[in-house]
């Protein structure tokens, strides 16, 4: 198993594709991109489904998220996902996606044994969609979140991140849509993850302002009908349930203690945490021809040295040199 220093487990894989991504949210990335990873640094399909299955078959991963940059972007991603359903034990496997191409890919990847998505979504307003993405996509991102629920990769899960004087005001609405689509809604507090390295705190708006932006318009009530375990969103119930909404506190409620997630980079890295400055490298070993019983141990070293916590609050804490899409969210 990959357990840490402190005793927990890395059970929950995230996995990113590619650190491409069709959308520049200003939060995340600039309007003019970034440098993208050359070709030849990315690992190959083959190679991401073989160090799946170390992590599945080995080292007791249960739950693998395939994510980015954007991982639709991925031409492969039917094939890898379809590889990594049939693995024995089979794990639990989704997709964070913008949702930009799913209306076309949902069913192919219902197909191949997807079991359900999150697709971002911070706004209901085209106009806003564009200033903040930068690009004109907000109806392809409403048609993929439909082909989703169609495909039944469900519960359909819509991540928002507010910003202020953005898209804060927008609060009530969003939830109050999801509800009506029958989606689950999660709010994500803003995270020092930007490659322009523009966050800052005083401008985050935080997970008790986001509770605060919704009492106004709905009763929410702690959901303490299943145990959060490692699940990083508060979960509420919205007017007495059964729908419910989440708030990711990352930044002013962190989770770390409860965490079992581990990562892996579009370029083979492993990384204990977004946060993490320390990667341990698996492509290349692998591509010298270690066997899978040697990157599997190169793995547990990996685990064993996640920190305690992200550090955020620490006066010493550096922002990691990789940004959000390349880390893989
Ligand atoms: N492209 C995919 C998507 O849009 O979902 C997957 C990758 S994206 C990095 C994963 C999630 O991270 C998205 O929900 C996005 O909103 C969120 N995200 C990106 N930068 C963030 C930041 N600085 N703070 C909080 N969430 C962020």
Redesign the pocket.
């Known amino acids: 198993m990959l357990r840490d220093s402190f005793g927990r487990v890395a059970t929950d894989l995230r996995v990113s594709l590619t650190d491409k991504?069709n959308?520049r949210?200003t939060?995340?990335m600039p309007p003019e991109g970034l440098d993208w990873l050359p070709n030849a640094q990315l690992l190959t399909a083959d190679e991401i489904v073989r160090l799946v299955t170390i992590g599945v078959e080995r080292l007791g991963i249960d739950e693998v998220r395939y994510?980015?940059?954007?991982?639709l972007l991925r031409r492969e991603l039917v094939d890898i996902v379809g590889r990594t359903t049939t693995l024995t034990p089979k794990p639990q496997v989704s997709l964070?996606?913008?949702g930009i191409g799913l209306a076309r890919l949902a069913e192919p990847l219902a197909a191949a044994g997807l079991d359900r998505v999150?697709v971002?979504l911070d706004t209901l307003d085209p106009g806003t969609f564009k200033r903040l993405a930068h690009r004109d996509r907000h109806a392809d991102v409403i048609d993929g979140l439909a082909a989703a629920d169609g495909a039944g990769l469900r519960p359909v899960k819509v991540?928002a991140?507010l910003m202020r004087g953005v898209n804060d005001h927008e609060a009530a609405s969003l939830l109050r849509w999801s509800l009506d689509q029958g989606y689950e809604l999660r709010f994500?507090?803003?995270?020092p993850?930007?490659a322009q390295h523009g966050?800052s705190r005083d401008n985050m708006v935080t997970a008790d302002e986001i509770l605060q932006l919704l009492s106004g318009s709905f009763d929410l009530t702690p959901d303490d009908r299943e145990e959060r375990g490692s699940a990083p969103a508060e979960r509420f119930l919205v007017d007495g349930g059964p729908a419910r909404v989440g708030v990711i506190g990352s930044v002013t409620r962190p989770f770390c203690g409860a965490c079992d997630r581990v990562r892996l980079t579009a370029d083979g890295q492993v990384r204990n945490c977004l946060f993490a400055t320390e990667e341990s490298d698996l492509k290349t070993p692998m591509r010298d021809g270690a066997s899978d019983e040697e990157l599997a141990e190169r793995w547990l070293v990996a685990v064993s040295r996640k920190r305690a916590g992200h550090g955020i609050d620490d006066p010493s804490f550096l922002q990691p040199a990789r940004p959000?899409?390349a880390i893989g969210?």
């Open positions: 991504c959308l949210c939060y995340c994510t980015g940059g954007e991982p964070t996606t913008n999150n971002s991540n991140v994500i507090e803003q995270m993850l930007d966050w959000m899409s969210g």
